[in-house]
């Protein structure tokens, strides 16, 4: 792992109904730092698609997406893994400087997991 002792590893618990057609804020905007997403675990009742974008609500721009969760062909709840990223140099995705990280669900369904990232400038 790349990580340094300057590196503000954070983590978020994903938990609660994430809606329809609508942007489900995972981490607030912070000014002047972007989010980069080094790994994501989402689990539901339901199979359904996963899309993370940047930016506010429902005008934000797709960073990842459009992934299916999977397990339910093999007796496990569906779930969608992103695992750890070896150095915070190479996140999965970042939003644009200033923006939410905002998560879309093909369907409304209630969902869990843990979301880890970094701020940077």
């Known amino acids: 792992m790349d990580?340094?002792?300057?590196?503000d590893v954070l983590s978020v618990v994903?938990?609660?109904s994430?809606?329809?057609?609508v942007g489900n804020e995972l981490v607030a905007a912070v000014a002047g730092k972007k989010i980069c997403v080094l790994?994501?675990?989402?689990?539901s009742v339901n199979i359904v698609t996963v899309s993370l974008y940047s930016?506010?609500?429902?005008?934000g721009t797709k960073i990842f997406g459009n992934t299916k969760m999977?397990?339910?062909?093999?007796?496990?709840l569906p779930h969608f893994l992103l695992p750890i990223s070896p150095s915070p140099k190479a996140p999965w995705c970042?939003?644009?400087?200033?923006?939410?990280?905002?998560?879309?669900?093909?369907?409304?369904v209630i969902v869990a997991g843990v979301l880890?990232?970094?701020?940077?400038?």
């Open 3 to 7: 990580y340094r002792k300057d590196d």
């Open 14 to 16: 994903v938990d609660g």
């Open 18 to 21: 994430i809606s329809l057609g």
């Open 39 to 43: 790994g994501l675990h989402v689990t």
């Open 55 to 59: 930016g506010p609500g429902d005008s």
């Open 70 to 76: 999977t397990g339910a062909e093999i007796n496990v």
């Open 94 to 108: 970042k939003t644009a400087a200033g923006e939410s990280l905002v998560m879309y669900l093909n369907s409304g």
């Open 116 to 121: 880890v990232y970094i701020l940077k400038d």
